[in-house]
C-alpha cells in the first residue's frame, strides 16, 4: 500500500481500535449506571459519524471500482443493521438482561465487521485506488467524521419498528 492509501486506512483502524476501547468499557459497567449511559451514547455517536464518513469516502469510491462493488454493498448493509441495532439498544431498558444479552451480540457483530473491513476490505481496496482516490478519501473522511458525528442522532427506537 502506498502512503496515502496507508493514511486513509490507518485513520478508519484508530477509529476502530477506539470503538474496540468503548466496547469494553460498556461490557465493565452494570446496569442502568450513568457510566453505562454516557459511553453507549458516546459509542453510538462515534459509531454513526464514522460509518456515514466512510460512507461517503471510502465505500463512494469503492461503488465505482467493479472487482469491489459487492464487498461495499455488503459493509453498507451491514452498517444500516448496525444503526438500526444501536436504536433498539436506547430503546431497551439498560438495566435489563435483554439489554445485556442485545449490547453482546451488537458487540460481537461490529466486531466481525471491522475485522472483516481491516483485514478482507481494506488490503483488497487498495489495490484498486489511485492518487486522486487516495487523496479524495482522505480529505472527505476527516471533514465529514466530525460533522456527521456532531449531527448523529441516537433514535430510541426499537428494532422491530425501525422498517415502518
Keep these: 500500500m502506498t502512503a496515502q492509501a496507508t493514511k486513509i486506512f490507518e ?10 476501547d468503548l466496547l469494553d468499557r460498556i461490557a465493565e459497567t452494570t446496569g442502568d449506571s450513568e457510566e453505562r449511559r454516557t459511553l453507549f451514547e458516546h459509542l453510538a455517536k462515534e459509531l454513526k459519524g464514522h460509518a456515514a464518513a466512510e460512507e461517503q469516502a471510502l465505500y463512494s469510491t ?15 448493509a451491514e452498517h444500516q443493521e448496525l444503526d438500526e441495532t444501536l436504536n433498539d439498544l436506547a430503546a431497551t431498558d439498560m438495566g435489563s ?10 458487540a460481537h457483530r461490529y ?3 471491522i475485522e472483516e473491513e481491516e483485514d478482507d476490505n481494506f488490503p483488497e481496496f487498495a489495490e484498486y485506488l489511485n492518487e486522486e482516490d487516495k487523496r479524495f478519501m482522505a480529505k472527505i473522511f476527516e471533514r465529514r467524521k466530525s460533522i ?8 430510541s427506537e426499537k428494532r422491530e419498528h425501525a422498517k415502518a
Design 11 to 20: 485513520t478508519l483502524k484508530q477509529d476502530h481500535d477506539q470503538h474496540r
Design 62 to 76: 469503492m461503488l465505482r471500482k467493479p472487482p469491489t462493488t459487492d464487498d461495499t454493498r455488503h459493509s453498507v
Design 97 to 106: 438482561s435483554e439489554w445485556l444479552k442485545k449490547f453482546k451480540d451488537f
Design 111 to 113: 466486531r466481525h465487521h
Design 148 to 155: 456527521e458525528t456532531a449531527e448523529a442522532v441516537v433514535k
